[in-house]
Nanobody, 126 residues
Framework: QVQLVESGGGLVQTGGSLRLSCAASGRTFSSYAMGWFRQTPGKEREFVAGISWRSDSTYYADSVKGRFTISRDNAKNTVTLQMNSLKPEDTAVYYC???????????????????WGQGTQVTVSS
């Protein structure tokens, strides 16, 4: 069992930055691929970014490429999403997710992930 807890959400103006963190429980964090997803009311959950277990591969949705950066610290059991140049359309609840996977492939579909956090709200005002 893996428990994920997100933090760092909040209200920011257009063009601003936020840094989301996800803290994971368990001693096998380093064996998990990690991903960030987001969801707004009435829409399906959307993949944002993902990172492989050894950080040798990352993958981003086109909508955030060049603005968001995902990273992880296996010693601290954390994964971080640095979000810059935020836009109103980035407003959503952001979820951290994990999948046991010791490959270079980054899962991009929600059903590929096993564990989810409770989410953190990000609101970008125009």
């Amino acid at each position: 069992q893996v428990q994920l807890v997100e933090s760092g959400g909040g209200l920011v103006q257009t063009g601003g930055s936020l840094r989301l963190s996800c803290a994971a429980s368990g001693r096998t964090f380093s064996s998990y691929a990690m991903g960030w997803f987001r969801q707004t009311p009435g829409k399906e959950r959307e993949f944002v970014a993902g990172i492989s277990w050894r950080s040798d591969s990352t993958y981003y949705a086109d909508s955030v490429k060049g603005r968001f950066t995902i990273s992880r610290d296996n010693a601290k059991n954390t994964v971080t999403l640095q979000m810059n140049s935020l836009k109103p359309e980035d407003t959503a609840v952001y979820y951290c997710a994990s999948r046991r996977s010791r490959t270079i492939v980054v899962p991009t579909q929600g059903y590929e992930y096993d564990y989810w956090g409770q989410g953190t709200q990000v609101t970008v005002s125009s």
